[in-house]
């Protein structure tokens, strides 16, 4: 089984940073993408930030410039840089990542438990 540890998340007032991170373990063969969801109370999910294994990167308009995504393919691991945090940032965050396991004749979405980001006024 692939597993997702997410960590780094928070209370915070805005303004300011957290770092998330995510390892990803497991029997793995590739991981072709990883990135961050975010899902608020009533709200629907939404992609926060992705990078692939060719190095794209997208962001949710409302944290570009703010949040940056970077992956080290050597350790399985991704991180959100989170800056100038705001209200409306307070969700839960869901590491995602799209992985060939071993063994395994094709890609699968898996998911971390979720991490809880809170920002206060």
């Known amino acids: 089984q692939v597993q997702l540890a997410e960590s780094g998340g928070g209370l915070v007032q805005a303004g300011e940073s957290l770092r998330l991170s995510c390892a990803a373990s497991g029997s793995i063969f590739r991981i072709n993408a990883m990135g961050w969801y975010r899902q608020a109370p009533g709200k629907q999910r939404e992609l926060v930030a992705a990078?692939?294994?060719?190095?794209?990167?997208n962001y949710a308009d409302s944290v570009k410039g703010r949040f940056t995504i970077s992956r080290d393919n050597a350790g399985n691991t991704v991180y959100l840089q989170m800056n100038s945090l705001k209200p409306e940032d307070t969700a839960v965050y869901y590491c995602?990542?799209?992985?060939?396991?071993?063994?395994?004749?094709?890609?699968?979405?898996?998911w971390g438990q979720g991490t809880q980001v809170t920002v206060s006024s």
């Open positions: 995602n990542a799209a992985v060939i396991p071993r063994n395994v004749p094709r890609s699968g979405d898996y």
């Open positions: 990078v692939t294994t060719g190095g794209s990167t």
